[in-house]
């Protein structure tokens, strides 16, 4: 489900949300738009997620011969 996120060639909305304006007297609210790619590209993220857990799997410290010295030792 993680990989399967990802936006959609030609098909994009605007998202509107009023923030309060922090550069200014923070004293009124401002417009910003937002697309939907946006947070798609955001939650694009998670996919680090399987990288980091596909250079764990084939390191050194993973392999056949290491798991055994580990479990010899009860590491």
Avoid at 28 to 56: G, H, P
Wanted: with cysteine.
């Amino acid at each position: 489900m993680v990989l399967a996120i990802h936006p959609m060639p030609y098909i994009e909305q605007q998202y509107t949300n009023l923030i309060l304006n922090m550069l200014g007297t923070k004293d009124k609210y401002v417009e910003v738009n937002y697309m939907l790619s946006d947070f798609l590209f955001a939650f694009m993220f998670l996919r680090f997620y399987y990288i980091v857990r596909t250079l764990m799997n084939f390191s050194v410290y993973s392999d056949l011969y290491s798991k055994r010295v580990c479990s010899k030792y009860k590491f």
